[in-house]
């Protein structure tokens, strides 16, 4: 796929349409959608293109100071943007737990989950509080229990509702490059003396996403939900995540602008994927530049897709 050519796609979009583009002449006023790492990056452009269409937007914010601001932004733009901002730290377990259940007690419904937010750590390896390594635990640990909390909301949602609910896990396309041999390496992933940083443990990450979105959406199929789940690459967008420091960030902050997206353009394929009516009914599939994508190399490996859902419900289970 390449940013250059800009062509669209089977559906009309490709790498150039922005989330204004894909939702243009939507209204989106009977949706509820929660998006994770929505004050910055991409999941800010998703948000504010959602909230003009009409959607109340459920904001899950590491601090509540910087869910305000976003929020005040958005309202700037959109005076009768709808934006509920709730504290949640995706590293946290507890946090998640506690989320879900103040999510909960809103008794607010739940048409559209967007799991967007995301970390790179590119100087040093990190652990939680656990002790479990930071990419693994916020970008899959993290968002994977919250899904699995707020699905009864979802379904509900969807059954009183009668609109199709939709799941959207933001991957990234590096998980079918820089995966360490093996895919995902458990035995390493706790304890402080984990190598996994930069790129190959961001992969890994991002590899568990894909198989969190293989395997949810059979399992929500057979069981007839009504509830889609998706996860795709937003493609290169220069925002925080891929900030580095030192020499690195120096070379790729003079990357010509051309090689990476807008974030208004990074933003369109997850939203379209949460409420574009060409997207009902899809699911399971791995989606780039608003299309249907292939899947490659570790993402096919169904025994690490199990280990991999396994090794999460017991982390789950046990902290
Ligand atoms: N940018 C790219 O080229 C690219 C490529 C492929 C995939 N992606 C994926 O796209 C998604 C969005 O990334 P982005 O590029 O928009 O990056 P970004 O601007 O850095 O946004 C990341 C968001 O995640 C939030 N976040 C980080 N740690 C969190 C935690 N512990 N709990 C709750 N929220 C947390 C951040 O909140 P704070 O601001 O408060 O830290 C921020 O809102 C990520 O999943 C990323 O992996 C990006």
């Known amino acids: 796929m390449s940013y250059l050519v800009g062509s669209p796609g089977p559906n009309g979009f490709g790498p150039a349409s922005t989330a204004e583009d894909v939702t243009r002449g939507l209204n989106l006023e009977k949706l509820t959608i929660m998006i994770t790492g929505a004050t910055s990056g991409i999941g800010f452009e998703a948000a504010k293109a959602l909230a003009e269409r009409g959607a109340r937007i459920v904001m899950p914010s590491l601090t509540m100071k910087e869910g305000l601001e976003a929020k005040d932004k958005i309202v700037a733009l959109t005076p009768k943007a709808r934006i ?10 507890n946090s998640v737990r506690n989320f879900a259940t103040e999510f909960k007690q809103s008794e607010l419904p739940l048409n559209v989950l967007m799991n967007n937010a995301g970390l790179s750590l590119n100087d040093a390896p990190r652990q939680t509080k656990d002790g479990l390594e930071m990419m693994f635990a916020v970008n899959f640990i993290g968002h994977y ?57 961001y992969s890994q990450s991002k590899l568990a996403c894909i198989y969190h979105c293989l395997e949810l959406s059979k399992q929500l199929e057979k ?4 509830i889609t789940v998706n996860t795709l690459h937003p493609g290169a967008i220069r925002t925080g995540l891929v900030h580095m420091k030192g020499i690195k960030g120096y070379i790729s902050d003079n990357l010509p602008s051309f090689l990476f997206k807008t974030p208004q353009q990074g933003a369109s394929t997850q939203v379209f994927l949460a409420v574009h009516p060409k997207a009902e009914g899809v ?28 090794w999460a419900d017991e982390w789950i289970s046990t902290h």
């Open 84 to 93: 509920v901002v709730m504290k949640l730290d995706l590293s946290d377990l």
């Open 145 to 201: 229990a919250l899904t699995n909390l707020l699905l009864d909301t979802m379904r509900s949602t969807a059954k009183d509702s009668g609109i199709q609910g939709r799941i959207v896990i933001v991957s990234g396309g590096v998980y079918a490059k820089f995966t360490p041999p093996g895919g995902i390496i458990f035995e390493q992933l706790v304890g402080s003396k984990n190598p996994y940083y930069g790129l190959t443990g």
């Open 223 to 226: 069981e007839g939900a009504n």
């Open 283 to 310: 699911t399971g599939k791995y989606y780039a530049d608003c299309n249907e994508y292939f899947l490659e190399g570790e993402a096919h490996n169904t025994e690490l897709l199990k280990k991999t859902l396994k």
